[in-house]
Nanobody
Framework: QVQLVESGGGLVQPGGSLRLSCAAS?????????MDWYRQAPGKQRELVAG???????NYADSVKGRFTISRDNARKTVYLQMNSLKPEDTAVYYC???????????WGQGTQVAVSS
């Protein structure tokens, strides 16, 4: 079964940290696939937060540069998003998104809620 399963969301105070995980399952996730983290706040459009290529090259939205770090463990087919110095404006549902360009396949995870509040 092909799926993405996210975990790690929760409630944290401003300035705190969280680590999100997204585990991919299915044989199509073999080698060449990129993984991204998006987020969607209430009343706003979904936006790209960070992405990482199959070769491990990361990219970040300006709003999270210097605070968030994306990484991947290819053996575990898992991508991580380490979020530090969290702000109330980081509150959103965070979604994992994977693409397998060789077969034009993409899939979304179910989302995990992150709330930053005192």
């Amino acid at each position: 079964q092909v799926q993405l399963v996210e975990s790690g969301g929760g409630l944290v105070q401003p300035g705190g940290s969280l680590r999100l995980s997204c585990a991919a399952s299915g044989s199509i996730f073999s080698r060449y696939y990129s993984m991204d983290w998006y987020r969607q706040a209430p009343g706003k459009q979904r936006e790209l937060v960070a992405g990482i290529t199959s070769a491990g090259y990361p990219n970040y939205a300006d709003s999270v540069k210097g605070r968030f770090t994306i990484s991947r463990d290819n053996a575990r087919k898992t991508v991580y998003l380490q979020m530090n110095s969290l702000k109330p404006e980081d509150t959103a549902v965070y979604y994992c998104f994977a693409q397998v360009p060789t077969i034009a396949f993409s899939i979304w995870g179910q989302g995990t809620q992150v709330a930053v509040s005192s």
